[in-house]
């Protein structure tokens, strides 16, 4: 079986609503499916690279790239989970979670989209808190980071609700307008973690792939 040589396959966070897997080749096809048919508004850009403004067939070819990628540069001091987020047998998003020399860093940073037709319903809050109940719970973390574009209301508003708090602002490069981009820096700690823990989660599969995230 995959999860003999890979058991990070076998991970599964579910919470009262969703379930959150490591997407497999068909999740990532539902996954690519689903951002085709629109993740924010034509007249605004959430990302800080502008994925999803290429043509097609391009679009989903990257976007599978871009999935697989994470798999084949997995290392235990570099690693990227991405995990496809399902509602009612349904492919709704998904929730990445990230770390560099976590062993020593202690230290996650995550990103997250969810279809157009999904969002509204409060999963954004509760697949970030699946999220962090593994970074925190799971894999012992210290801290997680965030970042959004200040006009990124609902993510911003995610953040707060969870207890993150404003930790600085990056520059990036100018955009293809020729202004450059603000993204405002938010970090949650243990401590405020805590405080804001309300979504219950549950963790199965960990003990087989903790060595896979450099963890304790």
Known sequence: MLTDHWPVFGLRLTTPRLEL?????DDLVALVELAARGIHAPDR????EPWTRQPQPAFARNG?????????????DDWRLVLAVVHEGVIVGTQDCGAKDFARRREVGSGSWLGLTHQ?????????????E???TG?????????????NAPSLAVSRRLGY????????????????????RLRLTREAWHEHRTIPTTIEGLDAC?????AP
């Open 134 to 136: 593994l970074a925190f």
């Open 64 to 76: 599978l790239k871009h999935f697989w990628a994470s798999w084949a540069n997995w290392e235990p």
């Open 210 to 214: 903790r060595e896979m995230f450099g």
């Open 21 to 25: 897997r490591p997407a497999s080749q």
């Open 165 to 184: 708090a404003d930790d600085g602002i990056e520059i990036l490069p100018a955009d293809e307008s020729g202004r450059p981009r603000s993204l405002r």
């Open 139 to 151: 894999l012992d973390a210290r801290w997680a980071i965030s970042s959004a574009f200040p006009d």
């Open 45 to 48: 850009m959430p990302f800080s």
């Open 120 to 132: 509204g319903h409060g999963f954004g809050t509760e697949m970030r808190a699946a999220m962090l």
